[in-house]
Each structure stands twice: as C-alpha cells, then as structure tokens.
C-alpha cells in the first residue's frame, strides 16, 4: 500500500471506531441493556458519552476537510496527521472488535460458573431492611421483599421480629444444593458487575423443582431465622415456586439505596 | 478444587461492565485533556505552583479534593499536562492520589467499612494514598526525565518538559520572562470555532489512545475477574505478609474502580485490615488497564519497575501499621 493510501485510511480509522463506540454506548442505553451492566446513577452518563462520542466522530470527519483547521501548529500536530495510535490496523481492530463481540455474544447476566468462582455470600453488613408491613399485600397474601432485605434484617434481633413468620414473595436466580433445599442468588452491585458480590438465600422446600441452573425464579414463603456457624442467616420454607422471565432489573444495589424503613438500624 | 474456569459469556458481562463504567470517566478526562491542550496556555500550568518542589508536589497530591478524578479518567489529563509543562514529579503525584485523596472515594469507604471503624479506615486509606503518591514524587523529582518518559512524550518539544528542579532554577535565577517564553507554544492563531473543533479532535484522539490501553487491560483484568475461583486464595489469609500480597495482586487483577473496590476490600473477613489496606490503596494506582495504559505516559523500562517499588512499599506501610496498632 502506498503512503497516499494508508494516509487516507488512517483518517477513516478514527471517526469509524468513535462512532462504534458512540453506536455501542447509545445502543446499550436506550435498548435497556445497560441495566444488566451498572448501576443506574451511572447509566445517563453513558448515553451521554455516546452522544458526544457520536458528535466527537463527526468533528473529526469534518477537522479532517481542507480550511477546517488552519496549518499545523505544535500542539495538534500529532492528531493532524492522524500520528496517533491508529496508525495500523491492529489498534483499530482492537478498538472495534472486542467491544462489538462482546455486545453480541454477551448474555447480559452472569452464569452458574461465577457462583462457582466467586463464591456466595449469605450475610451482608447491617442497614436498615424495608419494614414488611409497610409494604401492600399482593393477590396471594404475600409481601414482595427483597433477599438483600431479609439478610440485613438477620444481623438485628429487632428486625428478625419484623420478618419471622411472615408470608413473603422474593425473586432470584435458582442454584440447586441438594433434595430438600437450594439457594435463590441475587447479585448486590455497588459500581457495575464487575464488582458484583453474590447472595444466596437458603430456601427449604419438600420437593426442589428440576429448574435450570441460574433460572430467575419467583419464591413464595415463610420466613425463618437461624445461627449457621457464627452467622445469623434467613431461610424461607417455601410454599411455592416459580420459573419467571427474567426482570428489567437484575441487581440490587447499595449501599446507597434509598433507605425505606422507619426505623435507624441497631448495633 | 478447579481455580481457573474460563467462560465466555461471563467473561463478555465483565469486560463490557468495566467499559461501561470507565468509559464516561475517560471521555470526561480526555475532553480535559482536549480543553488544555487548545485552551491553555503552557506557563499557566507551572504559574500557580509553588516555587520549593516539596510544597509543588504535596499540592498535587490533594488536587484531587478539587478536582477528583477516578484512574481512567486521570491518566488523559497528566498526558497533557506534562505536554504543557506540568512538572513530571508533580504529574505523577496528582496522577497517583487523586483517584484515592478525593471526596467520592473517601464517603464510599467509609460507607463500605460500616460497622468495622468507618472513620479510621478511611482516613488511613486516604492518608496512606497522599503519602505513598508524595514519596514517588519525590523520588520521581530527582530521576532524568528520559528515564521516565516515553518516546512520544519526550519527542514532543522538550522545552515543555522541563524538570521542576530546572523549572525552579530557571526562575530562582530571575529568569521568569525567558521561561515564559521557553515554555510558550506559540500556536498559530485560531478562532473560537477552530479552537474548539482542535479541542474535540485533540480529546477524540486522545480517547482512542487510551482507549486501546483500556481494551486490552479491561480484557486480562474481566479473565481474572470471571475465571479465577477466589477460594484460592483464601489460604493466604492466615499469614499477614502473604495476605497483604495476595490482596494488592489481586486489587491488580481485578482493575476495579476506586470508588467501589473498597466494598470488595470489606467483604474479604477473614483477611487481616493491612492486607484490605494494601488493596484499597495499591488497586487505584495500579491495576492491569493501568499498567497498559500507563504506557501512553512512562517507558516499559520504568513502569514495571516503579509497580514493583509501589508494591513493596505499599506493602511494607501496611504491615508496619498493622504492627503498630
């Protein structure tokens, strides 16, 4: 190839991978994919940077045309000439290809192999839980709470009164333990996925359904307190259970979640 | 046990989380880095510094408390500083403490340390990070810049690049208006409208370059992120020096945002505090992307060397702390 060529390449190259970029950003927000990767208080600021990424290609498309900028100067010089490190072909192949697989290949929801990897958690740090009688009753007499609620509700005497005994409904991601129970998984984030920790319910049921791996599965049932080792951990005798679609929000988030009890936590 | 199970499709979910989350924070520093570059002129970066070295590189280990900026974001905008005659030593001092001595990082661990000494966590991690980034500014302040700086960086006018020991002779000497002039770029002039296209073009730029760092570091960091069983390392748990070298190769491998690897740190209870220490502070200032992306900056010769120096000294200051309490 002749400079000429590779010249005029080099100047395609850069508006090409910022639009990628800009499409993939803008994509993931509006399609609502983004919500399967972080939290929402970051989520805007990515629909932003896809605009302006998007607008930032067409600058330079446009810098680009004779008289849109003058004459070479010191502090430009290098992007003028596109003397960047899109001067070949690989580093544009690693700007645009890795991003475009994964958004095609991504399942937008971690597998069984992370629980296995990463481990689960079955405590989590004391906060305030929803109070469950602040919450309406749904059509088959049970109060929607969340797992994160029920384990935060574990680390207070006073809040285990709240929950023991009542008749709840929660959803998570099945992961079969053996005969008798398994475990509802939900992931708490505090950034994006990557920091994901993953907590696992204990649901004792006569007869644990033959669900998939990592199903989202819907659990009706009582809830119950106990010391396992030096942890106090939920357990839900389950009632019912389900296999659900999965749900536009797939995390639970802290530890800036709004705080919606009336009561301070105890320590 | 199996310790390493690779899979793909978790293995997309983390590389595209770390992208989502660092890419806004990166086009925000290179938009900076696009601002100065057309807007600034090259003294106004060394004209506020004090002149004794020491107070100039302890002043950029708390830039960050104005001016917070999380590791992808920062590593733009010391790229074109030093291009504008920021000091070097200074450079690397901001670029080490603000994604650590900044309000956002701090008010996260203490919310992530609830319940085990939020404020005295806290305060070490921020203190630790300021001391750690002013020892490597002081360090950096005596080494030759061709040491430091890559061929890129020092092929640009290397009047701009003057050492804050010249920098400050220059001026001690009363030579003010010469250094002025020295470190003048002298563009060609441009109206409004072009300066701002030059901002874009220059941030745009800019965003591809480190953004072909990001890649590849987001990419080994989502491998280890996915693929590691993390039970693996729990053994090390037991003994305090091996725990707090266990927890700063994984704060590398991991690459997660300062502000959310302290809840991470938080979770690992049977590890000793030295060794969530290390993590919190060693993980912000050099993680895989960063090491990659790094490379934008510093020679290879001298980034893996200085990651080895920050690890030992990382590690020594948090197992002497924790002896000492």
């Keep these: ?267 | 046990m199996n310790w390493f199970t690779f899979n793909l499709q978790d293995f997309s979910v983390a590389f595209l989380s770390i992208l989502f989350e660092g890419v806004p924070f990166m086009f925000i520093g290179t938009l900076i880095s696009g601002i100065v570059d057309a807007f600034v002129p090259s003294e106004t970066m060394t004209k506020y510094l004090p002149r004794n070295p020491i107070a100039a590189i302890a002043l950029s280990g708390l830039l960050g408390v104005c001016f917070p900026m999380c590791e992808c974001g920062v590593v733009p905008v010391i790229r074109r500083m030093i291009r504008k005659g920021l000091p070097v030593s200074c450079a690397l001092t901001y670029l080490l403490a603000a994604p650590i001595v900044n309000p956002i990082v701090a008010i996260s661990t203490f919310a992530a340390f609830r319940g085990q000494h939020p404020a005295m966590v806290m305060s070490m991690r921020v203190g630790m990070g300021f001391a750690v980034a002013l020892i490597c500014g002081l360090l950096v302040h005596r080494l030759p810049l061709a040491n430091i700086l890559n061929k890129q960086m020092l092929s640009s006018p290397s009047k701009r690049r003057m050492s804050l020991g010249s920098r400050l002779s220059s001026s001690r000497q009363g030579n003010e208006s010469s250094l002025a002039s020295l470190l003048d770029d002298a563009p060609a002039k441009k109206s409004f409208r072009q300066k701002v296209l030059s901002a874009v073009r220059c941030a745009s730029f800019d965003f591809l370059d480190v953004g072909f760092y990001l890649v590849i570091g987001a990419a080994i960091a989502s491998i280890f992120n996915t693929a590691v069983h993390r039970d693996a390392i729990l053994p090390l748990a037991q003994n305090s020096a091996l725990a707090t070298g266990s927890m700063m190769i994984l704060a590398m491998l991991l690459s997660l945002c300062s502000t959310s690897d302290a809840f991470i740190a938080a979770s690992f209870t049977t590890f000793p505090f030295a060794a969530k220490l290390a993590f919190m502070v060693f993980g912000p200032m050099m993680d895989v992307k960063l090491l990659f992306m790094y490379g934008l900056v510093f020679r290879k010769r001298f980034t893996l060397p200085f990651a080895l120096a920050l690890f030992l000294l990382i590690g020594a200051l948090c197992l002497g702390l924790s002896c000492f309490r």
């Excluded at chain 1, 990424?53 to 810098?63: D, E, F, I, K, R």
């Design chain 1, 1 to 267: 190839m002749n400079a000429r060529i590779i010249d005029r390449v080099g100047h395609i190259l850069a508006p090409l991978a910022l639009a990628e970029w800009g499409a993939v950003l803008t994509y993931f927000y509006c399609s609502g994919r983004l919500a399967a990767y972080l939290h929402p208080y970051f989520r805007p600021l990515v629909f932003v940077t896809g605009i302006l990424l998007l607008v930032s290609a067409g600058c330079v498309w446009y810098s680009d045309t004779p008289h849109a900028l003058p004459a070479c100067d010191d502090t430009g010089c290098e992007t003028r000439h596109g003397k960047t490190i899109l001067g070949g072909l690989f580093p544009f192949a690693v700007l645009i290809l890795p991003i475009a697989l994964a958004a095609i290949l991504s399942p937008d929801s971690f597998g069984a192999g992370l629980v296995q990897n990463r481990g689960v958690r079955q405590t989590i740090a004391t906060e305030a839980p929803i109070a469950p009688d602040t919450l309406p009753v749904a059509r088959d007499d049970y109060r929607a709470v969340s797992i994160l609620d029920l384990m935060m509700a574990a680390q207070d005497p006073v809040f285990q009164q709240d929950f023991n005994g009542k008749r709840v409904g929660l959803i998570g991601k099945f992961f079969p333990k053996d005969t008798t129970h398994f475990e509802l998984i939900c992931t708490l984030v505090t950034c994006c996925a990557v920091d994901a920790q993953l907590l696992a319910l204990r649901v004792d049921a006569s007869n644990v359904p033959a669900l998939d791996k990592m199903v989202w599965t819907k659990v009706i049932g009582r809830v119950s307190f106990a010391k396992i080792g030096e942890d106090n951990v939920p357990i839900i005798a389950a009632e019912k259970i389900t296999a659900i679609p999965s749900p536009q929000e797939q995390f639970v988030y802290g530890p800036s979640r709004p705080r919606k009890s009336n009561r301070p936590a105890h320590h």
